[in-house]
């Protein structure tokens, strides 16, 4: 909740309206020339500016109010509204009350516009404000107005509100039923090559001392005539690294209704990714390439979750120099899976992939580009030469996902639900084949 008080001790005070100042000397003119031609009609038509004049000056206001105004809420998500409630005292001498509220891009305000006014026989008028897109928008800018009886007096307008408030990307519906490729924590639900206390058969072996009895299969037992046991995969959980490219952002963004550019799919879909593996107890880190270089380390919990959404909604666009591209720099660790979210039209992104891949890390590759997308133009561009340009683009982006493909590294395009599953599913089937290692 925020609030910005405004009234006794500032700049705002009451002002005589243009209004008023049109009533006076429109009648005082009129008597004027009604007393010097003698002509009383004068004094009939000039009457009704002499009348508002008169009541204006009678409901002079004595004393100026206090405005305040506050958010219900201060961390929102995409699409997710809040309400700009506003509190006035010491407005007995005022009649009506006028809102106008600012619009920042990819930000909507009902009523429409962010205009509203209402007498004040009631509760002062209340404003709804909807973010339309993550990052750090401003909400709740706004002036507001009052004006005295007969509009012959105003307050303001006064500045209120304008408070930076974080809005977190839209979890996209995103569901995943597949193993982590190589699970090597404490414990989880995904399937470990090792032996342990899980629910996953693994086989049956003859009896050992420090078997548990209740692991005696009976059936197999009383065939053989020795006692044999039921072996089960442990259950572990695994790390899961987020790496989003934010060093561009291709294609249009139209909000959380609209169309979605590259770091619109990418933001989002690593949010997504991170509420599936934390609800699943395993950790998870986030990297950002880009200009921020925003990261989180591994951890769990909900707590955990909120902090890497929390980064996540302040990406900035942008890159701060060379990016680091060796796999040290990454926090890689045994057992984790990587996930990197890209257009893939950097060449440190692709090399960051396929290192990783040949040093045997499981490694898969999101493609976040729109299909849609297109170069933005400078001013003065050759829109030709600009096409050119990116169809070359394109086939070296095309020939970089082919060697990442022939490396083993897997480059999906995200579609929500269902996205990594047959990914994963490959990978974790390729982890338990044996391997020949080089030395």
């Known amino acids: 909740m ?52 008169a009541l204006s000056l009678v409901h002079r206001p004595g004393r100026d109010p206090v405005l305040n105004s506050r958010l219900d809420h201060l961390t929102l998500r995409e699409g997710v509204g809040t309400t700009s ?92 039923r597949a193993e982590a490729p190589q699970p090597l924590g404490l414990v989880g639900a995904h399937r470990s090559r090792r032996t342990g206390s899980g629910t996953e058969l693994s086989g049956i072996r003859p009896f050992q001392p420090g078997d548990r009895l209740r692991r005696v299969n009976w059936r197999v037992s009383l065939r053989t005539g020795d006692l044999h046991v039921v072996t089960t995969r442990a259950e572990e959980d695994t790390g899961v690294l987020l790496v989003l490219d934010a060093l561009a952002d291709h294609g249009v963004s139209d909000g959380v209704d609209g169309a979605a550019s590259s770091l619109d799919l990418g933001v989002r879909a690593a949010s997504a990714i991170a509420e599936h593996h934390v609800r699943q107890g395993d950790r998870v880190a986030l990297r950002v390439v880009g200009r921020g270089r925003e990261q989180v380390g591994y951890g769990a919990g909900a707590r955990h979750l909120r902090r890497i959404q929390d980064r996540l909604a302040t990406v900035r666009v942008g890159d701060a120099g060379e990016p680091d591209t060796g796999v040290l720099q990454l926090g890689v660790t045994g ?86 599953d047959d990914v994963l599913r490959r990978l974790a089937r390729r982890a338990q084949l044996p391997r020949v290692v080089g030395r």
Request: proline share 9%; aromatic share 6%.
């Open 2 to 53: 925020s609030s910005r008080e405004v009234g006794r001790g500032g700049a705002a005070s009451w002002r005589s309206t243009t209004a008023l100042g049109r009533a006076l000397v429109v009648g005082g003119l009129g008597i004027g020339m009604a007393v010097l031609t003698g002509e009383p009609a004068i004094v009939v038509l000039v009457a009704p500016f002499v009348t508002l004049a």
């Open 85 to 176: 409630r506003l509190s006035v005292t010491g407005a007995e001498d005022a009649e009506l009350l006028v809102r106008i509220t600012g619009q920042p891009p990819y930000v909507v305000a009902r009523p429409h516009g962010g205009r509203v006014g209402r007498l004040l026989d009631g509760p002062p008028p209340e404003v709804e404000i909807s973010p339309r897109r993550w990052g750090r928008r401003m909400l709740g800018a706004e002036r507001v107005a009052l004006y005295s009886p007969w509009a012959g007096y105003r307050f303001g307008p006064v500045a209120l509100g304008g408070q930076w408030t974080r809005v977190l990307p839209v979890t996209a519906p995103y569901d995943s």
């Open 335 to 420: 057992g984790a899976v990587v996930v990197v979210l890209s257009p893939m039209l950097a060449e440190s992104v692709g090399t960051v992939a396929a290192t990783l891949t040949r040093r045997g890390v499981a490694v898969l590759v999101v493609d976040t580009l729109p299909a849609d997308a297109r170069p933005d133009l400078p001013e003065g561009a050759d829109p030709e030469l600009a096409a050119l340009a990116w169809r070359m683009r394109m086939l070296e982006r095309a020939v970089v996902l082919d060697r990442l493909a022939a490396l083993g590294c897997p480059v999906v395009a995200w579609r929500g639900p269902g996205t990594v």
